[in-house]
């Protein structure tokens, strides 16, 4: 069974760079034909898609976010990682991690708020 968890600190300040870490288990994360996105969900609005990695590293992101954006595989721990730029508290949001095996968003995990503060 496939299982993915979001981590990562709940609070970050405005300007700087929100890091999230979602960690798989049940599956490689090179494993062919697995890609692996990060959502969020602002309060009071529906789910935004912020990207996107393939299982061989092909990155793919939200036009809106992309110059602040940056998503990466760490293969040693089977993880996944997002980092947002920048952030402002328009980013304060549930921020989730999903799987899509090619036949769309099977499974994701439980999701992490994270606030923009100071």
């Known amino acids: 069974q496939v299982r993915l968890q979001e981590s990562g600190p709940g609070l970050v300040k405005p300007a700087q760079t929100l890091s999230l870490t979602c960690t798989v288990s049940?599956?490689?994360?090179?494993?062919?034909?697995?890609?692996w996105h990060w959502i969020r969900q602002s309060p009071g609005k529906g789910l935004e898609w912020i990207g996107m990695i393939s299982y061989s590293g092909t990155v793919y992101a939200s036009p809106s976010l992309k110059s602040r954006t940056t998503i990466s595989l760490v293969t040693s721990t089977n993880q996944f990682t997002l980092q947002v730029n920048s952030v402002t508290p328009e980013d304060t949001a549930v921020y989730f991690c999903?799987?899509?095996?090619?036949?769309?968003?099977?499974?994701w995990g439980q999701g992490t708020q994270v606030t923009v503060s100071s």
């Open positions: 999903a799987r899509d095996p090619t036949s769309g968003l099977d499974t």
């Open positions: 049940g599956s490689s994360i090179t494993a062919t034909y697995q890609y």
